[in-house]
């Protein structure tokens, strides 16, 4: 797995800019993103082929307000109802599908609302993703955190009270290597009751290591499941390889994971068929690993560094609450995280209703935690973020806001024996 590219600098040689413009005009000059790259483990599994069948079959415009008031009258939700849902005949009864969707979060997770931060320890990346801050033809300030600094960052956000983390680097084996995350994993150990990975995809042997290492669960987006507009995302790096990126979160789970969280960045492609594509991707795992927790976000796009213009394909508030809602109907049992994409009002409000974990005390810059939580600069140690924020409250005020909604923010639940 050694196909690495890193270009980003002051200024990029013509040589570079002559690459990126090929990859950009020339579908030709871009390798194949079905095939795997040398050191890609492969692995025997049905789920890929069920869920692409059921996305490329998706015809919401089929189904009919007849359909939804069904899908809301039945107790179980089929896989037909959950189409029925995401259908835009769905969108008159948002009210009752969201009422349905509250009953469904009471039964299973009572008022609770789960709270975690991000700490992005390394923004290098070796991969062209075009909508992406950290891309690896974007000029940004690049950081790597070392062991000092990441404990450094891990005890000011521990010392806010938080004991959940999710560490997240660049996907850039060349910077930030397994054994360079499994390390961090182990400092996380010291701080944190749950400590959560989202980092590029790898092998089930290393997922291994890395759970030994301390980590939880594993988180992944696949961005958009449309293999062919996924070609036209991703132009460069190991990313590019569309069926290794889908099977992550299964040797995730083969490797010893206790959870595995699931995405689609909701705007990239047709926000329905995704939406659908990222629960039955779930929904079928389920039904081969049980024993595991899961989970699925709900990431619209946003603005990124040098590239304002980047905003959500037609998913709107409105949509979002609706896929949000049919989210929780149809897998009742699924852990659903908004994150600080969106606004504090939309986040106040879903996670009355279907969503239980959210965000807080968030950065998606390198090293800045510090200034965060303490209001104390540390410019020595600090990278671009990856994309902007919506909601940038901190963890007290996020508990205090949780609590005042009638909620009740949980830190950890998971007891070691």
């Known amino acids: 797995m050694n196909n690495r590219f890193f270009v980003d600098s002051e200024y990029l040689p013509q040589s570079a800019l002559e690459k990126k413009h090929r990859l950009e005009t020339d579908p030709t000059s871009r390798k194949n993103h079905m095939e795997y790259l040398p050191g890609m483990e492969i692995i025997e599994s049905d789920v890929c082929s069920k869920v692409i069948s ?86 940004i300030k690049r950081m790597k955190l070392n062991m000092e600094q990441i404990e450094h960052e891990m005890k000011v956000i521990a010392d806010s009270g938080m004991e959940e983390i999710l560490i997240l680097t660049g996907e850039s084996r060349g910077q930030s ?73 299964e040797r995730a789970l083969r490797g010893g994971m206790r959870g595995v969280a699931f995405s689609a960045l909701l705007g990239l492609s047709d926000f329905r068929k995704d939406a659908l594509a990222s629960a039955l991707h779930v929904y079928y795992l389920q039904r081969k690993y049980p024993q595991a ?18 905003n959500p394909l037609d998913v709107g508030e409105k949509q979002l609450c609706q896929v949000l809602c049919a989210y929780r109907i149809f897998l009742p049992f699924v852990g659903i995280t908004v994150s600080s ?37 540390n410019e020595t140690a600090k990278g671009d973020e990856q994309f902007e924020i919506d909601d940038a409250r901190s963890f007290e005020t996020m508990y205090k806001d949780m609590s005042g909604e009638g909620l009740q923010p949980v830190l950890n639940d998971y007891v070691y024996v």
Not at 341 to 359: C, H, M
Request: glycine fraction near 6%; proline fraction near 3%.
């Open 54 to 139: 059921q996305m490329e079959n998706y015809d919401y415009s089929a189904y009919t307000a007849r359909d939804v008031r069904l899908a809301l009258e039945h107790e179980t939700c089929t896989i037909r109802d959950f189409k029925a849902l995401l259908s835009p005949a769905a969108e008159p009864f948002l009210e009752e599908m969201a009422q349905k969707a509250k009953l469904e979060t009471a039964k299973h997770f009572g008022n609770t609302v789960y709270l975690f931060t991000p700490l992005y320890i390394a923004n290098y990346c070796e991969n062209y993703c075009v909508y992406c801050g950290f891309n690896c033809y974007n000029h």
């Open 341 to 377: 994409r969106e606004s504090a009002e939309f986040r106040n409000g879903i996670v009355k209703i279907a969503a239980t974990k959210v965000s807080a005390g968030v950065s998606t810059g390198i090293g800045d935690h510090e200034s965060k939580y303490t209001g104390k600069e």
């Open 293 to 310: 927790e899961m989970s699925l976000s709900c990431p619209r796009l946003r603005p990124i560094i040098n590239n304002d213009k980047i």
């Open 177 to 249: 290597d397994v054994k360079y995350i499994g390390e961090a994993c182990k400092l996380a150990r010291k701080y944190f009751r749950m400590v959560g990975l989202e980092i590029y995809p790898v092998n089930t042997d290393e997922y291994r290591y890395l759970h030994e290492c301390g980590a939880d669960y594993v988180t992944v987006f696949q961005e958009t499941y449309d293999a062919d507009k996924y070609e036209t995302l991703h132009l460069l790096g190991h990313k590019r390889v569309w069926p290794y990126r889908f099977d992550a979160q």
